[in-house]
Nanobody, 121 residues
């Protein structure tokens, strides 16, 4: 079994900052990528930032220059530092991991439970 546990959401004023964390635990043989998605009310879930094992981190245009994704591979943890937050960043943020639980097994997607981020004055 694999679990993703997120933390760090909350209420912040416009222009403020938050740091989200997501720790993966359980049977993890190989981690392919760890990413952050978000879903605002009435909207589809969108990819915010991704951090694959190979290549550079990538961001949706609306957060470039404000959000930074990072990973601690030793801890199977991914972070999302969010600066200069705007009301339109308000959403439930979800952590996603693509990983193998055992050697030679397929890669599967796993999701965290989500953490609410509200940007409001």
């Amino acid at each position: 079994q694999v679990q993703l546990v997120e933390s760090g959401g909350g209420l912040v004023q416009p222009g403020g900052s938050l740091r989200l964390s997501c720790a993966a635990s359980g049977n993890i043989f190989s981690m392919k990528t760890m990413d952050w998605y978000r879903q605002a009310p009435g909207k589809q879930r969108e990819l915010v930032a991704m951090f694959p094992n190979t290549g550079m981190a990538k961001y949706v245009d609306s957060v470039k220059g404000r959000f930074t994704i990072s990973r601690d591979n030793a801890k199977n943890t991914v972070y999302l530092q969010m600066n200069s937050l705007k009301p339109e960043d308000t959403a439930v943020y979800y952590c996603n991991a693509v990983l193998q639980s055992e050697a030679y097994s397929p890669y599967y997607y796993y999701w965290g439970q989500g953490t609410q981020v509200t940007v409001s004055s």
